[in-house]
Nanobody
Framework: QVQLVESGGDLVQPGGSLRLSCAAS????????MGWYRQAPGKQRELVAR???????SYVDSVKGRFTISRTSANHALYLQMNSLKPEDTAVYYC?????????WGQGTQVTVSS
């Protein structure tokens, strides 16, 4: 089992920055890829950024150049640095971790971008 706890969500003005954190505990040695998803009201959950077991990263087009995903070498934590935030980035952001057998989710953290 793996437990994921997100933090860092907040209300921020357009153009501002936030750093989301996800603390991982439990059987973290089995984790391979990790990622951040988001879900806005009335929309499906979407993959925002992903980092592979080899630390290759990928992003949805709408956040490329603005968001950066990173993690600690021992999978203890996952981060999402979000710059130049836009109102359309408003959503609940979820941490995701994958092992060979299962997919794990955190409870989510709210990000609201508004003036």
């Amino acid at each position: 089992q793996v437990q994921l706890v997100e933090s860092g969500g907040d209300l921020v003005q357009p153009g501002g920055s936030l750093r989301l954190s996800c603390a991982a505990s439990g059987n973290i040695r089995g984790i391979t890829a990790m990622g951040w998803y988001r879900q806005a009201p009335g929309k499906q959950r979407e993959l925002v950024a992903r980092i592979s077991s080899g630390d290759s990263t990928s992003y949805v087009d709408s956040v490329k150049g603005r968001f950066t995903i990173s993690r600690t070498s021992a999978n203890h934590a996952l981060y999402l640095q979000m710059n130049s935030l836009k109102p359309e980035d408003t959503a609940v952001y979820y941490c995701n971790a994958n092992s060979l057998a299962r997919t794990y989710w955190g409870q989510g953290t709210q990000v609201t971008v508004s003036s």
